[in-house]
């Protein structure tokens, strides 16, 4: 089955040559669909969308290098936090005897890789934003689905016997999560496609789609993430300039939404309105991440202990959890300065839709992954969620190169003569 995996790899790169937007849909249909439980067994160690990303950019910068440099030069800034977090990490892996390559992959250099596959992808084709945003937004609706199935009992949980292997799972376990890694990472993402909904046609189906995903977002129990999907809908419904009557109606039928899904299911109110009132040590292990984490990140800025580091000093403090804080823990795996350098590079990502941005809603969702993956463990933790996220964070652009748009502006040779 391996050899298969790897074989289907190697075919989607090669695909991808001449058109990265396909690489970078079978990216976000790994993620979604083949969580991290088996992505092990399935590519031999490595996160499979992670390893397509990989794959897809290694192919990439050896045939079209010079593309890329432009697209980095085209963002200087950005071009140089971004390498300082890479670099900084690069010097703890290897001062690190124990270093093992998959943590480090996918923690430090796919994330940055698949954001310059997304941004290659809106640059060389102006339908490819509106492409990869109709797809996450499929994808999420997949989701939903699914998850609200099993939530009913018809359907049963996929990948339950890897799941149960979890150290979270319980066998009364409740809360809604699809084929994702964790509920919280279904929460995140289904909150971030949410706001794509603004570039859908028409007003019921964008409608009926935010409801969907509002409705399995409170299954997931995530609170920062229904926060986000409320101010994802709110957006939706500004961004798409509803009429007064269709917008009242679209967020009454949200708020409802909310309320009967939390009615009918006696037993997820209870757990939501438990996690609301004692949150399993999440608050204190934020709290202990503040207190005790941020000075021993910072003891050593530029260099970390190691992929483990943080994992192994919430351990030592008694944590039930982990620091539920990926800067705090980045600091503590890769070292202060590349921790410093993450946060730079995530403001200055959402800084790019300034101008437009060519994933209609894209804006939003950048923005609803940068603040929601602040609320847990997320990008801190070695698997697909980290490339993920800076891929959704990558709709926050605007494409089409400035020499392609000037070829566009260029009158043809028949629209000369015309004019003459």
Known sequence: MTALVLVGVAVVAVLAVKRVVVGVLAAFVAFVFVPEATSAALTGGLNLGALVVLAVATLQLATRLPQYLADLTAAPALSVVGSVFVAGAAVTAAADSAAVAGPFLTTVVTPPLGYLLVQRAVKEDRRAGRLLGHTVLGLATIEAGVSLAVQIGALRQPYLDAFEEAYWWTPDFQRALGTMDHPLTLGLFLAAALPLATGLR?????????????CTIVATQSRAALVAGLLGLIGVVARRRMPFLHGAAVLTAGAAAVMVILAVSPSLLVDFAAKLADDDGSADARFTGITVGLPAAFASPLL???????????????????????????ALDWGALPAVALVASQVMMLLRARSGTSVPGGAMTAAVVVVCAETFSSIAVPGGLPTLACMLAGFAIEGVDSTARQQECRPSADELRAIR
């Not at 028409?202 to 509002?214: F, H």
């Not at 008694?318 to 705090?328: A, K, M, R, V």
């Open 304 to 330: 970390g202990g190691g992929a483990d580091e943080a994992t192994e000093t919430a351990r030592d403090l008694g944590l039930g959890t982990s620091f539920e804080n990926p800067l705090i823990m980045i």
């Open 202 to 214: 028409l007003d019921r189906t964008a409608g009926a789609v935010c409801l969907l995903l509002l």
